[in-house]
């Protein structure tokens, strides 16, 4: 029996309920928030899901189409590759890999991102004007490159790789933090606090830090796109993850051998790339979106 | 006027020095010896080795072997390649000209589509082709660009046979090196069959300027759309269409130039992704380009090539930005206050 | 409402860039290639280290040096392994087999380039040149480029050879220290090429005697225009060649070094043949109606080899139950798809050494892993197999190989790190013996056993590079120089018998297999043959 209103009660939605009130309004954003979780839970619950062990090669099934062609095999869902790996094992692995590393790169990139861009935000001076100028200048420099130059000091492998694209990622969080901190260090309230005689780090982390979340989000799924293509791209050119290793860019590589027998060793690891970027993005958009116009209706 | 050019310019020497010093320490950081590294000559006796360390100052202070090979930089010896063991200046010179063709048809070919559509996408904000607009562009720019590489290979160049899928022109062709642009270099050639070469070249184009311009063309007309609907949602134009303006006039005086101001500074910063993308898409189809070239030296640890590349790069990318900066302060209305130093 | 207008340009803009797209793939439809100028575009799958093969075993520099840039004294005939004249238009040799004396052919002239114009014709000058730069170690040319001769060291002929002599302008005389059966083979080869002294001679006035292997001049159908590293070689047709050829005006080398992307380019006619085809790919090529597929037994060894100078693997047991860990014939089905044939030693069923009856080890991990044991190879053990990064004839994926040997060697309880590089760092580097294992193989440049022999596993073969296993016995190397004193092949077969069980016994390397030889390419080229004895020849191949 629904609960009786007796009394008429203001409900004043806080900004958070009003952005999500927003975001489910774009059915494709929320669409791509439960596919976004479904990654999450791969990440999770991976090994657990994935049918055979993504190194085990079965000698005697090379190159078995998926399921849905009339050569297929039930055993192998997503079929196998050139060694006798099950596809959908090794496409659950990969995902976990180019997703969990993407997730643990942008959060390690964010902290540092933002521990910096505080820093350069907060001080003021000639020396924080050529900071900023660099920073920006060297952000210009390509992720790729950045990544290529780290490789040929550190060598090539996964490791090296997630080091290479967190270097990369960092400056964005740097320079938008700073931009942030700046605009809001002209506000009033900060202002106030100013006056009350609060130390910088008090300012920052009570006046400036809660009213960062929100872009900080934002900029998060912006990072974790970049993340998840450099590191599919470093893998493809075999600069990060090394075979037999499955993640997703390595395996689209060596599917490339095979490319015109097997089609699906390269369509399948593509195409969950391709889902991957698509719900982040998404996700990424509608919040966006939802936070531009929450206030608006 | 003179004020902002001159920070620009501070601003590009200051960078290109840290970039240089950058350059320098990497012949340190590289596995190896760090004179092989920075010369890329490899001597065959100690003899030999002892008379390059003293060409290149190596007894001295760090900052006096520094200061050398800036010297050296400017003379224009980058140094040798392991692999080939010719001068890079020259290798470079040839790859980053191949680089900057390929990134400057794709960036053209993305504004060519990405803004009209933009435009159309803002104008006609939450209607169909809005939304089918925003769809096919989270599409195009969710697509691992190597991966749409692969496809419209398999589609346009194996099963369909229509397009080459690797070099920048027929390799029987013998073009004469002049600039570097092949297109320009097949124009200037004194060859019997210019048109058949000019053709072929085209051809060798489509590819890999479709892959770099489809995921740059989607970023293109987001900004655009976006800064669109910001100005026609702006009080002027409000106020110009009280005053009785029809929509095109409005359209045509007002709202273009200003919806494009603001999405410059944005595209320029997009400069970087598409030259990862063109790095990444030069390999696949073999194009001959900078970032293939970089990215065959690191899988032959070829490190006077890496840093050479670097450089070169960065020099290209940050001269660049700047100089589209200096430009934008420029012609924007709004940006030419004077700047004091923290603002 | 007028905003309406603005869906309509959008939508006729993006009809014209489609088809402004459409009208440049429209017109030659066919492939996209055609309209070009006459030439062949061959692609090749690394780069060269020189061009002269006389310094480099690799297939790579044979195959774009050998017979396109160059000639030699005799040749083979492909099909039949008969020797025939080249350079040399007839021969003699003296009854004890210690002098043979060559009659040089007339009116044979070298190639004229922009960098060097030829004032003379081909004679007996240059035939010494060419012999006395590898033989004679004072030799002004000998250390130019290295000074590492690593075929003709690894086959012992400087030692061969006591004397060569200029009997007149046409006619020279070689002197051997013992009687050679084989000595003829090996003149065919593609090593024995003949330079030009008179531009030896130029060089080394400017002194840039270096520009003779990078800018190579010879008699050969092709002639050397330019090199871009990993990009191309473009050959030019040498136009008063003195024997007869086809019309073909240009050679290029397309370095393509993915094997799927060297087909797929044969598939659109980007390149008119293609080196070393992947197996996996046999089947697609032998469908389609434009491409041909040309398929022979090779004289080629693919194996395992083990650095013997590295402990623990100077232990021919603990090599023994690594060999033992590993189940060739799973090998042969997942590399190389059943085009090849189980090796049980390093000689090919083609040979007439080869023996039938040989009794090889075979996969018995249990008994491996108990000898290793035994041996002190404790489990975790941890080792590294390096696996070549391009095709060769012997073994089309060593990567791949590599990942399947470490997952047997993992049941055993050994772990195994697959290193490789580009291919020319990969040789530079295996020279230095930095392996402790490598998966490479042979392919035999003429078709005398010697020729498998003696470069594999003698000592004087390890300076020379060839010996990849680093091994060094005695009485190994007498067997093999026993076998050269007699001319019978039974009596020669003996000896190598005994040498074939002397591997199995010591096993430096494990024989993995011996395979098909194919070469693939579009229907409308003629002329192109597999040669069995080395590198591809160009000089009959035209296009329709």
């Known amino acids: 029996m629904p609960r009786l209103k007796l009394y008429q009660e203001e409900f004043y939605p806080s900004p958070l309920q009003n952005t999500w009130k927003e975001f489910t309004e774009n059915h494709a954003a929320v669409a791509s928030l439960y596919c976004v979780l479904f990654f999450i839970i791969l990440v999770i619950f991976g090994p657990l899901l994935a049918p055979f062990d993504p190194l085990q090669q079965h000698i005697d099934s090379l190159l078995v189409p998926p399921t849905w062609d009339s050569n297929g095999n039930i055993l192998y869902l997503f079929g196998t590759d050139g060694l006798g790996r099950d596809m959908l094992s090794r496409i659950i692995y990969g995902c976990r890999m180019t997703f969990g590393i993407s997730l643990l790169l942008v959060v390690l990139s964010l902290f540092i991102g933002v521990a910096l861009g505080a820093i350069a935000g907060m001080s003021s001076g000639l020396r924080s004007s050529f900071l900023n100028h660099l920073l920006d200048s060297l952000m210009a420099i390509p992720t790729l490159l950045i990544a290529i130059i780290i490789i040929a000091i550190l060598g090539t492998g996964l490791v090296n790789s997630m080091w290479a694209i967190s270097l990369a990622l960092i400056p964005q969080f740097v320079h938008q933090t700073r931009d942030l901190v700046r605009n809001k260090l002209k506000k009033e309230y900060v202002l106030a606090a100013q006056l ?65 027998l097997a089609p699906w060793n390269i369509a399948l690891p593509g195409a969950a790339i391709f889902l991957m970027m698509v719900s982040i993005n998404l996700v ?11 206030l608006l209706r | 006027m003179g004020k902002i050019f001159l920070r620009h310019l501070s601003l ?69 390649s392991f692999s080939s063991g010719l001068p890079l200046a020259e290798e470079i010179n040839r790859s980053l000209a191949a680089s900057i063709e390929l990134s400057a048809y794709a960036l053209v070919f993305a504004f060519i589509i990405g803004l009209p559509l933009g435009f159309v996408a803002g104008l006609k904000h939450h209607k169909i082709i809005d939304y089918s607009l925003l769809s096919a562009s989270v599409i195009g720019y969710s697509i691992p660009v190597f991966w749409l590489a692969l496809i419209l290979i398999l589609i346009f160049s194996l099963q369909l046979g229509w397009f080459p899928l690797s070099g920048r022109i027929g390799l029987l062709f013998d073009i004469p090196y002049k600039s570097g642009f092949i297109l320009l270099d097949i124009l200037l050639s004194d060859l019997p069959n210019k048109s058949d070469a000019f053709y072929n070249a085209l051809r060798h184009l489509v590819l890999p300027t479709l892959s770099i311009a489809i995921v740059t063309s989607t ?25 009785g303006l029809s929509s095109r006039q409005v359209l045509l005086k007002h709202g273009v130039k200003n919806a494009l101001i603001p999405i410059l500074p944005l595209l320029v910063m997009q400069f970087t992704t598409l030259l990862t993308n063109a790095m990444i898409v030069e390999t696949i189809f073999s194009w001959p380009g900078i970032g293939n070239a970089l990215i065959q030296a690191i899988y032959q640890r070829d490190f006077p090539a890496i840093r050479a590349g670097m450089l070169a790069v960065s020099v290209l990318v940050l001269t660049f930005i700047i100089s589209m900066d200096l430009m934008i302060r420029l012609i924007d209305p709004i940006r030419r206050r004077p700047e004091n130093a923290t603002a | 409402m007028s905003a309406q207008l603005q869906a309509y340009p959008a939508l006729s803009y993006s009809l014209l860039i489609m ?32 061009f002269n093969p006389q310094l480099d075993t690799s297939g790579t520099t044979v195959d774009v040096s050998s017979h396109q840039i160059y000639d030699r004294l005799l040749d083979f005939n492909p099909l039949t392994g008969e020797i025939l004249p080249g350079l040399a238009s007839s021969w003699l040799t003296s009854k004890d087999g210690l002098t043979y004396t060559f009659q040089l052919r007339k009116d044979v002239e070298f190639h004229s380039t922009s960098y060097f114009t030829p004032t003379r014709q081909f004679t007996a000058d240059d035939v010494l040149f060419s012999f006395d ?3 004679l170690k004072n030799h002004p040319y000998h250390p130019v480029s290295g000074g590492q001769y690593p075929y003709i060291s690894s086959l012992g002929l400087h030692h061969l050879i006591s004397n060569i002599e200029r009997v007149n302008g046409y006619r020279v005389e070689i002197t051997l220290v013992q009687p050679d059966s084989s000595f003829l083979a090996n003149l065919a080869t593609d090593f024995a090429i003949i330079l030009s002294a008179e531009y030896a001679q130029q060089l080394f006035q400017h002194n840039k005697q270096g520009l003779i292997d990078l800018h190579p001049i010879g008699t050969g159908p092709y002639k050397f225009d330019s090199f871009r590293q990993d990009r191309f070689i473009r050959l030019k047709q040498h136009p008063h060649y003195w024997r007869e050829r086809s019309s073909t005006q240009q050679l290029i080398f397309d370095i393509t070094p993915s094997s799927s992307l060297r087909l797929a380019k044969l598939m659109t006619g980007e390149c008119d043949a293609i080196a070393y085809p992947a197996h996996s790919q046999l089947n697609i090529i032998r469908k389609r109606q434009d491409l041909i597929l040309d398929e022979e037994p090779g004289l080629n060894v693919g194996f395992w080899a083990f650095n013997t100078t590295k402990p623990p693997f100077d232990n021919p047991q603990v090599r023994k139950a690594l060999a033992m860990a590993v189940d060739k014939n799973a090998l042969l089905e997942a590399i190389y798809y059943g085009s090849a044939i189980p090796a049980t030693s390093i000689v090919p069923p083609t040979s007439w050494a080869f023996q039938p009856d040989l009794k090889s080890i075979n996969y018995n991990p249990v008994a491996a892993a108990r000898l290793l044991r035994e041996n002190d190879i404790e489990e975790g053990f941890v080792m590294n197999i390096w696996a070549m990064p391009v095709e060769r004839p012997y073994n089309p994926n060593a990567m791949k190989m590599a990942e399947l040997i470490q997952r047997y060697l993992r049941d055993v309880g050994v772990r195994a790190n697959i290193v490789s590089y580009e291919w020319v760092t990969f040789r530079a580097r295996l020279n230095q013996g930095l392996h402790d294992s490598v998966l490479i193989g042979w392919s035999a440049d003429n078709g005398d056993p010697d020729n498998f022999y003696r470069p594999l596993l003698t000592c004087e073969a390890i300076a020379s590079g060839t010996n990849r296993a680093r091994w060094c016995s005695k009485e190994y190397d007498d067997l093999i120089s026993q076998a050269l004193q007699y001319t019978s092949q039974a009596e020669r077969a003996y000896f190598y018998n005994r040498a074939n069980e002397l591997v199995i016994e010591k096993m430096p390397l494990m024989p993995i297999a011996h395979a098909f030889r194919y070469q693939a390419y579009r229907e409308n080229i003629s002329g192109l043959q597999i040669n069995p004895y080395g590198g591809i020849q160009f000089r009959d191949v035209s296009k329709r």
């Not at chain 1, 990424?284 to 929450?294: I, K, P």
């Not at chain 3, 440049?24 to 439809?29: D, I, K, L, P, T």
């Open chain 1, 196 to 260: 009350d005689g609060a130390s910088k780090s008090h300012i920052f982390f009570n006046s400036i830090l809660p009213n960062m979340g929100e872009m900080l989000v934002v900029q998060a799924t912006l990072a974790m796109s970049t993340a998840i293509l450099d590191i599919s791209a470093l893998g493809f050119l075999n600069l990060g993850a090394q075979a037999p290793s499955p993640e997703l860019g390595a395996m689209l590589s060596e599917g490339l051998d095979v490319a015109y």
């Open chain 1, 284 to 294: 990424g958009d509608g919040l966006r979106s939802a936070l531009r116009y929450r």
């Open chain 2, 12 to 80: 590009l020497v200051l960078t290109l020095s840290v970039l240089s010093l950058f350059s320098f320490s990497l012949a340190f950081l590289f596995p190896g010896d760090p004179l092989t590294n920075l010369t890329g000559v490899r001597a065959e006796n100690q003899e030999a080795y002892s008379h390059l360390a003293a060409s290149y100052h190596i007894n001295g202070s760090l900052f006096s072997q520094y200061w050398h090979y800036l010297g050296q930089l400017f003379v224009g010896n980058w140094g040798i």
């Open chain 2, 219 to 243: 970023i293109v007309l987001r900004t655009s759309r976006r800064s669109v609907i910001e100005v026609m949602n702006s009080d002027y134009i409000q106020a110009a269409y009280a005053r």
């Open chain 3, 19 to 50: 088809s402004l797209l459409f009208a440049v793939a429209g017109c030659g439809q066919s492939t996209p290639e055609s309209a070009q100028p006459n030439g062949i575009i061959y692609c090749s799958e690394g780069n060269p280290t020189s």
């Open chain 3, 133 to 135: 730069r590898w033989r």
